[in-house]
């Protein structure tokens, strides 16, 4: 299984309302968990046959998992994992940071490693695997002086994802786990990986067998769960197909929102079994698992029209139209044909009917509106733009819905409305068929065969139309024929055609004996044959066509037709509500116990679940971290599985709206991405904390910078965001909450004179040297005014640059980190020259990663020596390969490319 997280939250892409970014920080988990949720397979027939040959399990001695010492466990007596020996493919740091530093201090200066980090890859147009590697490197030199910091350690696994490292991943994923041992993602993550390394199917399902037994009780039911639908599938691959059904259930009982092990039951379930209140009943389960999947509500919607319950069929419809419709998305011809079916059975013909009409109506009105308004205008471009506007008598409606107004006409016998349908059908069609057959009008690149099939297929779309309502007969059975002659005898669009030809030509019998003609068979076919009884006599096998027909395709047109003609055949007018039989007061009934809150969903989500954000105090030092507290509750009667794309969507993002007194900072801020991935599901009453740190890219960057002055920063943050109209908006389901205003004052060292700079950096201590290379940095990137540089800048780098040497180790890693490399503000070349000078093989990898931007560059040369530290060698070939293939690289342009010059070049 893949990291929840995808690695490109690192990179991001967008700004403020435009990209997408994600750094983090450690989650804070609150857990109450209490409830369950009903999770049944249908007994009736649910046994798969025995297999021909058994095939006896091996009995594998069983394997320890436990090596390194590492301790993988759901709680003390919980199942142990082990590792084999691993070397990461990247090189790890060779120093720790000095005791003597505070733990502020320590704080800020994994911070600014991180940030830059963050800023590294997200200049980087396309991140490939060596700028995650690179990514992942900074983060784990500054998680030496943040060794708690859980979020960073889930930023240096989506690194190791994207470079592609699954033996680092491994690794790191293993810390995750042993830090937060709530993080069910986690673990499965972890076993699967070392379960992939057992060489056998047998030591596989020996391993699985532990899990999933007495041993493994302790671990999370979720993740039993998923441990159980992987032994399913691997017995199935190995032929034990009891075996993977009791895997399966045991997978469904372990956990009501494991979506892919409903899937899979229900696809066995309906291969194996014509049982549809079976398949009913699986199929809500699948609700359960993901109420807000409108697949799953159409699945559910065609079951019950199929046994006759339109009432509720019509309501799973449109909840699963509201889905669609929040999500940006629009119905398809399909399903707005499936919607006006529901609403003709359930409150009669003339509804649908209606609702054609209205939109036509609504159509022309628009047109004409914008017509009078440019009558009225007098100019050239008023006279052009009406010269390209319709008339609103020549508005139509493409054929799905014209098909809808005849048949509905038809059924209610009303033959003018019926005249105007097929009429307005035939006007859009002739249109369609003119366009294909003008080369300038037919769709770029297509042939004239093509277009000659799209013509012949239209014709004969509005010839069985003609057939079929008794408009225009002659006219169909003129353009046909050349048609139909060259189809083959046994096709059922000929057969089609031919039978309805035999209705119209008073041939009930011929047509009859056409629909029991051998070949596939359509409504179309069936329907003529039906018609063919009742013109015969044979009321009642007349009536018994007409309704297997509507039965075996309940949500066409035709088939909404065909009960209404059945009912006509009776001798009265079918009543609007679901059939009145057995089956249908039975699905009716079953449907009613899914709960109401679940139309609910998507208009009111706060009904299911609760999120909220506490950003701490309002005043704060220039400096302080700023954190955000995301809880996240589920206050629904049922679990809820939680992931990105889930009924509670773990993916946020945070919008900043920062204020400064310089350039327009809210414009070039970014907005951050937090993929919360942490756990597959949240009990009814349960509830989860992570603590965020929303600043770590470059808005904290933006903040520093102008804090010479107080700012202000607030967060619009938006759960399962989209974007809509080219603006991010929350995801279906999901809620927008805003934090509160956060003010800071400002950093009075971004205010002193540049001669008492240069005196306080001779002096700087480890413990004053955040504020002041804070300061220093405010001023050297404060913007020219009036066109003139500020001199101040070039003295306060020079002493940076002439004191650098004698700063501690510690120091000088913040340094590297803080300030931009000389390609972006030249006074600060000086620096790099110093920062290039030195030894230490920390600051030397940092260097190369933030000042090497060319192949040849000395820098690069360090890696080649063959007593290079790793770190060395190593971030020396990645930054080479990042180099030779080219576009924007921090080490040379900054963070130009992410704000546009501002802080960057002059």
């Known amino acids: 299984m893949l990291m929840a997280g995808r690695a490109d939250v690192l990179s991001g892409t967008g700004r403020n309302d435009q990209r997408e970014n994600q750094p983090g920080g450690p989650p804070d988990w609150v857990v109450q968990p209490q409830g369950a949720a009903r999770v049944t397979l249908p007994a009736t027939q649910f046994v798969p046959q025995e297999r021909l040959v058994t095939h006896r399990r091996a009995r594998a001695r069983p394997v320890s998992l436990l090596a390194g010492g590492l301790l993988f466990v759901a709680s003390a007596a919980g199942l142990a994992l082990g590792a084999a020996p691993f070397v990461p493919a990247q090189a790890a740091a060779t120093s720790q940071p000095s005791d003597d530093l505070t733990e502020s201090t320590r704080r800020a200066i994994a911070d600014a490693l991180w940030r830059v980090a963050l800023l590294d890859i997200r200049v980087r147009t396309e991140p490939q695997a060596a700028d995650y590697a690179a990514a992942g490197m900074l983060m784990e030199l500054a998680q030496r002086y943040a060794p708690g910091d859980l979020e960073l350690l889930h930023r240096r696994a989506e690194a190791a994802w994207g470079e592609g490292e699954s033996g680092l991943l491994e690794q790191i994923t293993a810390q995750i786990v042993r830090a937060d041992p709530s993080d069910t993602v986690a673990q499965l993550r972890l076993i699967s990986s070392r379960l992939s390394r057992l060489q056998t199917i047998e030591a596989r399902l020996a391993m699985y067998d532990q899990f999933l037994g007495s041993r493994g009780e302790q671990l999370d039911a979720s993740l039993r769960s998923r441990l159980a639908l992987d032994s399913a599938l691997l017995l199935r691959e190995h032929g034990d197909e009891r075996g993977f059904l009791d895997r399966l259930k045991q997978a469904l009982r372990l956990d009501a929102t494991n979506k892919e092990a409903a899937l899979l039951a229900l696809n066995f379930y309906s291969q194996r079994v014509d049982d549809p209140f079976g398949r009913l009943e699986l199929q809500s389960n699948l609700l359960y698992a993901d109420p807000l999947d409108p697949n799953v509500h159409f699945m559910i919607s065609g079951e019950l029209a199929g046994l006759g319950a339109f009432v509720e069929a019509r309501r799973f419809h449109r909840i699963a139209q509201r889905i669609l419709l929040a999500a940006g998305a629009q119905l398809s011809p399909v399903r707005q044909g499936e919607a006006l079916v529901l609403d003709w059975m359930v409150e009669g013909a003339r509804r649908p009917m209606e609702l054609v009409i209205g939109k036509l109506e609504m159509e022309r009105s628009l047109v004409l509106r914008q017509r009078r308004e440019l009558l009225g205008e007098e100019s050239d471009g008023a006279r052009a733009r009406l010269s390209t506007l319709p008339r609103p008598e020549d508005v139509l409606l493409t054929p799905e819905y014209e098909e809808v107004r005849s048949s509905a006409a038809l059924a209610l016998g009303d033959r003018a409305?019926?005249?105007?349908?097929?009429?307005?059908?035939?006007?859009?069609?002739?249109?369609?068929?003119?366009?294909?057959?003008?080369?300038?009008?037919?769709?770029?690149?297509?042939?004239?065969?093509?277009?000659?099939?799209?013509?012949?297929?239209?014709?004969?779309?509005?010839?069985?139309?003609?057939?079929?309502?008794?408009?225009?007969?002659?006219?169909?059975?003129?353009?046909?024929?050349?048609?139909?002659?060259?189809?083959?005898?046994?096709?059922?669009?000929?057969?089609?055609?031919?039978?309805?030809?035999?209705?119209?030509?008073?041939?009930?019998?011929?047509?009859?004996?056409?629909?029991?003609?051998?070949?596939?068979?359509?409504?179309?076919?069936?329907?003529?044959?039906?018609?063919?009884?009742?013109?015969?006599?044979?009321?009642?096998?007349?009536?018994?066509?007409?309704?297997?027909?509507?039965?075996?395709?309940?949500?066409?047109?035709?088939?909404?037709?065909?009960?209404?003609?059945?009912?006509?055949?009776?001798?009265?007018?079918?009543?609007?509500?679901?059939?009145?039989?057995?089956?249908?007061?039975?699905?009716?009934?079953?449907?009613?116990?899914?709960?109401?809150?679940?139309?609910?969903?998507?208009?009111?989500?706060?009904?299911?679940?609760?999120?909220?954000?506490?950003?701490?105090?309002?005043?704060?030092?220039?400096?302080?971290?700023?954190?955000?507290?995301?809880?996240?509750?589920?206050?629904?009667?049922?679990?809820?599985?939680?992931?990105?794309?889930?009924?509670?969507?773990?993916?946020?993002?945070?919008?900043?709206?920062?204020?400064?007194?310089?350039?327009?900072?809210?414009?070039?801020?970014?907005?951050?991405?937090?993929?919360?991935?942490?756990?597959?599901?949240?009990?009814?009453?349960?509830?989860?904390?992570?603590?965020?740190?929303?600043?770590?890219?470059?808005?904290?960057?933006?903040?520093?910078?102008?804090?010479?002055?107080?700012?202000?920063?607030?967060?619009?943050?938006?759960?399962?965001?989209?974007?809509?109209?080219?603006?991010?908006?929350?995801?279906?389901?999901?809620?927008?909450?805003?934090?509160?205003?956060?003010?800071?004052?400002?950093?009075?060292?971004?205010?002193?004179?540049?001669?008492?700079?240069?005196?306080?950096?001779?002096?700087?201590?480890?413990?004053?040297?955040?504020?002041?290379?804070?300061?220093?940095?405010?001023?050297?990137?404060?913007?020219?005014?009036?066109?003139?540089?500020?001199?101040?800048?070039?003295?306060?780098?020079?002493?940076?640059?002439?004191?650098?040497?004698?700063?501690?180790?510690?120091?000088?890693?913040?340094?590297?980190?803080?300030?931009?490399?000389?390609?972006?503000?030249?006074?600060?070349?000086?620096?790099?020259?110093?920062?290039?000078?030195?030894?230490?093989?920390?600051?030397?990898?940092?260097?190369?990663?933030?000042?090497?931007?060319?192949?040849?560059?000395?820098?690069?040369?360090?890696?080649?020596?063959?007593?290079?530290?790793?770190?060395?060698?190593?971030?020396?070939?990645?930054?080479?390969?990042?180099?030779?293939?080219?576009?924007?690289?921090?080490?040379?342009?900054?963070?130009?490319?992410?704000?546009?010059?501002?802080?960057?070049?002059?």
């Open 417 to 906: 409305s019926l005249a105007a349908s097929m009429e307005d059908m035939a006007r859009f069609l002739r249109g369609y068929v003119e366009d294909l057959t003008a080369v300038n009008t037919r769709p770029a690149g297509m042939t004239e065969a093509q277009a000659r099939g799209m013509i012949d297929d239209a014709t004969l779309r509005l010839c069985i139309w003609r057939l079929f309502t008794g408009i225009d007969v002659d006219a169909a059975l003129r353009e046909m024929q050349d048609l139909v002659a060259q189809l083959d005898e046994t096709s059922e669009v000929r057969r089609a055609l031919r039978a309805w030809e035999a209705l119209r030509t008073n041939q009930p019998e011929l047509a009859y004996d056409i629909s029991l003609m051998p070949g596939v068979k359509t409504q179309w076919i069936d329907l003529a044959g039906a018609e063919a009884l009742d013109r015969l006599g044979r009321a009642a096998e007349s009536i018994a066509a007409f309704e297997k027909s509507a039965h075996e395709n309940p949500l066409t047109i035709l088939s909404a037709y065909a009960y209404d003609r059945a009912a006509q055949v009776r001798g009265g007018r079918r009543e609007p509500g679901d059939l009145l039989t057995a089956d249908a007061r039975r699905a009716a009934a079953f449907a009613r116990t899914v709960p109401a809150w679940i139309d609910t969903m998507v208009d009111q989500p706060r009904h299911f679940q609760q999120v909220s954000a506490d950003s701490g105090p309002q005043a704060r030092a220039s400096l302080e971290r700023a954190t955000v507290t995301l809880t996240l509750r589920n206050v629904s009667p049922i679990p809820m599985a939680m992931g990105s794309n889930k009924p509670i969507n773990t993916r946020f993002l945070f919008n900043p709206k920062l204020e400064t007194n310089l350039y327009d900072t809210n414009f070039l801020a970014e907005a951050e991405v937090f993929d919360l991935s942490r756990r597959f599901r949240l009990m009814p009453g349960e509830q989860v904390s992570f603590t965020l740190w929303p600043e770590g890219g470059l808005v904290g960057l933006l903040a520093q910078q102008a804090s010479s002055a107080p700012t202000r920063l607030r967060w619009r943050i938006l759960q399962g965001f989209e974007t809509r109209g080219g603006m991010k908006d929350r995801g279906v389901a999901s809620v927008e909450i805003n934090t509160s205003t956060q003010a800071r004052d400002a950093l009075l060292e971004a205010r002193i004179p540049a001669d008492s700079m240069a005196e306080r950096l001779a002096q700087l201590t480890p413990a004053s040297a955040v504020p002041l290379l804070a300061g220093a940095r405010a001023l050297v990137l404060a913007p020219a005014r009036d066109g003139f540089v500020d001199p101040g800048k070039a003295q306060v780098a020079e002493a940076m640059s002439r004191n650098y040497p004698g700063w501690p180790k510690d120091v000088r890693l913040l340094v590297v980190a803080m300030m931009p490399p000389s390609g972006t503000v030249a006074e600060l070349r000086g620096l790099d020259d110093a920062i290039r000078a030195d030894t230490d093989p920390d600051v030397a990898m940092m260097a190369i990663f933030t000042r090497a931007f060319e192949s040849n560059d000395p820098l690069l040369d360090r890696g080649t020596d063959e007593n290079a530290p790793p770190a060395v060698a190593r971030a020396a070939y990645l930054q080479k390969q990042r180099i030779e293939r080219g576009g924007p690289i921090y080490a040379r342009d900054g963070i130009s490319t992410l704000v546009g010059g501002v802080g960057g070049r002059r």
